[in-house]
C-alpha cells in the first residue's frame, strides 16, 4: 500500500486509534485527502462522526477544489460540504508550494459550489501575508466567505 493513498483500510486504521483514545491530548485531526480509492464517501463520514464523537476537530484539506487522485472526488466534496461534523474544509490554492501566487484552478468541483459547506472554509495557501488578501477577494466573488486560512511555508 502506498503511504497517503486513502483506503478502506486506512481509514479503519485511523478510527481505531481514535476509539482506542491514542489521540488523546490532540485537539484535532487533519484528513488531507488527494489520493485513494473511490466508493469511501460512507468511511469518510463514519470517521468524522468518530473523531467529533472523542471531542476532536476536523479539518479536511482537499488538493485544489477536490481529491485529484479519487475517481469519485466530486461526490465526496458534496458530502464534505454537507457534513456537520466537518469544522473546516481547506481547499490547496497551490500545487508545489514555491508558487508565488495563489493557484485557483478548479477540476471537477467548482469553487462557488464551497458556498454550499457547513465547514468554514480556511484554504491552504503558500503564504498568508501575501495570499489570503486575493484568496478573501476571489472567493468573495464566487460567494464564499472565508474564516482564515492554513499556512504552508514555516
Keep these: 500500500m502506498k503511504k497517503g493513498?486513502?483506503?478502506?483500510?486506512?481509514?479503519?486504521?485511523i478510527d481505531a486509534a481514535i476509539s482506542a483514545n491514542e489521540l488523546k491530548?490532540?485537539?484535532?485531526?487533519?484528513?488531507?485527502i488527494e489520493e485513494g480509492d473511490s466508493g469511501l464517501a460512507a468511511a469518510f463520514k463514519a470517521s468524522f462522526a468518530n473523531s467529533k464523537a472523542k471531542g476532536l476537530s476536523v479539518l479536511?484539506?482537499?488538493s485544489h477544489s477536490?481529491?485529484?487522485?479519487?475517481?469519485?472526488?466530486?461526490?465526496l466534496m458534496t458530502g464534505f460540504f454537507a457534513d456537520s461534523n466537518i469544522d473546516y474544509i481547506s481547499p490547496q490554492l497551490y500545487t508545489s508550494g514555491t508558487e508565488g501566487a495563489n493557484d485557483f484552478i478548479a477540476v471537477g468541483t467548482m469553487w462557488k459550489?464551497?458556498?454550499k459547506s457547513k465547514a468554514k472554509i480556511v484554504p491552504?495557501?503558500?503564504?498568508?501575508?501575501?495570499?489570503?488578501?486575493?484568496?478573501?477577494?476571489?472567493f468573495a466573488n464566487?460567494?464564499?466567505t472565508l474564516a482564515g486560512y492554513v499556512q504552508w511555508t514555516q
Design 124 to 138: 491552504s495557501i503558500v503564504l498568508g501575508s501575501r495570499d489570503f488578501p486575493t484568496a478573501q477577494a476571489y
Design 25 to 32: 491530548g490532540w485537539q484535532g485531526v487533519v484528513y488531507d
Design 60 to 62: 479536511v484539506t482537499t
Design 142 to 144: 464566487v460567494g464564499v
Design 66 to 75: 477536490r481529491p485529484y487522485g479519487i475517481t469519485d472526488g466530486s461526490q
Design 5 to 13: 493513498i486513502f483506503t478502506a483500510s486506512a481509514l479503519a486504521n
Design 113 to 115: 459550489e464551497y458556498a
